[in-house]
């Protein structure tokens, strides 16, 4: 499955904002969509995802409460909504998509990335 994020944008701290990963089929719903962002430097790193059937999902602690992963097979869309801010948010945001039960927090298991939307959080 291809997939497209969007949504990014330049935000205060304590704002709010909602990305989108849109799928390229139906063969969305059979996935488990991931929410990674990377930071220049560092590596990418694990923020949310949520099972196939947008049943299950699970959380860095960093944005635990904050953020709230969700996913529509209907219109082959998931979303990351984001509230409270924070300028530690500021990062470029991936969707990506794994066959199977989400049960990884690694990059490197993935198989299908969309491309970044940045998110910047001023202070």
């Known amino acids: 499955v291809q997939l497209q994020a969007s949504g990014g944008g330049l935000v205060q701290a304590g704002d709010s904002l909602r990305l989108s990963c849109a799928g390229s089929d139906r063969s969305f719903s059979t996935y488990g969509i991931y929410w990674f962002r990377q930071t220049p430097g560092k590596e990418r790193e694990f923020v949310a995802s949520?099972?196939?059937?947008?049943?299950?999902?699970s959380y860095a602690e960093a944005v635990k409460g904050r953020f709230t992963i969700s996913k529509v097979n209907a219109k082959n869309t998931a979303y990351l909504q984001m509230n409270s801010l924070k300028p530690e948010d500021t990062a470029v945001y991936y969707c990506?998509?794994?066959?199977?039960?989400?049960?990884?927090?690694?990059?490197?298991?993935?198989?299908?990335w969309g491309q970044g939307t940045q998110v910047t959080v001023s202070s």
């Open positions: 949520i099972s196939r059937a947008g049943i299950t999902s």
């Open positions: 990506g998509a794994r066959w199977g039960p989400v049960t990884t927090k690694s990059a490197t298991d993935i198989g299908s």
